[in-house]
């Protein structure tokens, strides 16, 4: 018997919302998904017109592409292990024309506001003030947008320049400059690289050690090895294949000028960098401890030295933002939200994030598998388990990741690839045949009009 199905609404077109899109528009679920920007691609687009984007000049995937492909649509053969962003841009313009999602995609529209209705369903005002009715909504409004700044900010004043690692293009003009970059993550590797080679002097200043670690080993992308494993061997003895093939491949860190970590490898999200540690060994930039104090055009450190500085970038991260919720409805203090699979909101039926998460890997195949996944539960093909068996398993995961991961801001969503998506595809089996063994009954009701019909 056909059935209606469903109308969706997707939020941003970045490489999550269109891979939402996609398995969408392959259950046949109709949507509508907003974009702000003229183009899909989100964080992707150098200078994207959305004002949103983090990328530099020279900034290259550090997850490589094999890792990175969708599934339903790999990469270009020609494109090299780790390509350069204007390549991972044009290979999302192709996948939505490949598919032939660009005519469902309203561009140049944003979402203002998403109310929650009185009978379920969801208002979307979008910026114009437009508004319509929808029975689901996917955000994929991406989470490396809203820059964090030190909190609370550093004491004293600086008389040169700052700016946030968001805000960053490229090094050129910084020749006669001095410059120092705060935070230890994937920004701060890139840029103190790129500065390296133009500034007078770059320090980088981290207020603990970090076990960097090399695109290649044994001459192959490091994500590509041991994968088949991930899903099934525990993570302690994956940590310990970890160590020693890093004992065997960089040695330690110490060695480069890099303070001991404070923790063991993996238990911080990775810090990837095929230059850093050779730039640091050759003596072209510097290690500092965390900063002190801003004292006009110097900067001190906690170890009670000063340097000259004239351009601060500060790479220490993103909030978690939904500017079109009322935060009493939903936010993320701390960039925290917890979600059962990083997918569903307990309680709210109808309401799904994609890519919400810090994986140790690539995200757009997850992005690809958790669309599936929502269609399928869309379609009444998947039910969820009980609410407290969802949060007695959202409980287990933070207990584990807080175990696991040293405390930060940056370690409230991480989740290991091929282990997240092993889970992934299990639980939905299991869903699918608690769907099956029920009768046929969609989670949530077609309330508004366009609805699709679904043979059951
Ligand atoms: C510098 C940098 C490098 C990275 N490198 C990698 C990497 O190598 N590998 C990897 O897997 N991940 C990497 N990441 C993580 C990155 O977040 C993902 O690669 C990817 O961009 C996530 O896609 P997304 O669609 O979730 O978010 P985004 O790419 O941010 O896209 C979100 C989209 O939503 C739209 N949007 C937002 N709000 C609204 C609204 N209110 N209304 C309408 N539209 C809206 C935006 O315009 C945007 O197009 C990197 C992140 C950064 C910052
Ligand atoms: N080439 C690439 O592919 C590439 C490039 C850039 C970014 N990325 C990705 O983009 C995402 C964001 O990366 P990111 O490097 O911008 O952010 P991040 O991973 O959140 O790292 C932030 C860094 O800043 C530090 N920090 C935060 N607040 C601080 C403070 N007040 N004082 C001193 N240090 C502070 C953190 O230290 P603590 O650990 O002590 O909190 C951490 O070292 C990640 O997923 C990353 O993989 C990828």
Sequence with gaps: MPRALPRACVIGAGSSGIAAC???????????CFEKSDRVGGNWVFANSNGMSAAYRSLHINTSRERMEYADHPMPSSYPDFAHHTQIAAYFEDYVDHFGLRELITFETGVAHAQRDADGGWTITLEDGEQRRYDALLIANGHHWDPRWPEPPYPGTFDGRQ??????LDAGGWRDQNVLVVGIGNSAMDIAVEC????????????????????????????QIGTGAAGVVPWPVRRTVLAIIYRIAVGRVE??????????????????????????????????????????????????????????????GYKVSFPFFDPAFISAPDNDLPLYRHVFRPG?????????????????????????????????????????????????????????????????????????MHALANERRAGAARARAAAYALPVAPRVQGAALHSA
Excluded at 163 to 168: G, R, T, V
Aim: charged share 25%.
């Design 163 to 168: 700016l946030h690692s968001h805000q960053f």
């Design 255 to 316: 060695r480069y000028g890099l303070p001991t970590p404070d923790h063991r490898i993996g238990e911080a999200h990775p810090t990837v960098s095929g230059g850093f540690l050779q730039r640091l060994a050759d003596g072209e930039i510097a290690w500092k401890p965390n900063v002190d104090a801003l004292d006009g055009d110097h900067v001190g450190f906690t170890d009670g030295s000063r340097e000259p500085i004239d351009v601060i970038v500060w790479c220490t």
């Design 196 to 223: 390296s080679y133009v500034a007078r002097r770059t320090s980088l200043s981290s207020r603990r050690g970090a076990y960097v670690l090399p695109k290649y080993v044994f001459g192959r992308p490091l994500d």
């Design 348 to 420: 709210i039926d109808n309401l799904f994030f994609v890519a919400l998460l810090q994986p140790l890997g690539a995200t757009m195949p997850i992005a690809e598998a958790q669309g599936q996944w929502i269609a399928d539960y869309l379609c009444g093909d998947y039910r969820l388990p009980p609410e407290a068996v969802m949060a007695a398993d959202i409980g287990r995961e933070r207990e584990q990741m807080a175990k696991r991961y040293v405390a930060s801001k940056r370690h409230t969503m991480q989740v290991d690839f091929d282990a997240y």
């Design 22 to 32: 996609k398995a969408l528009q392959d259950r046949g679920i109709e949507f509508d």
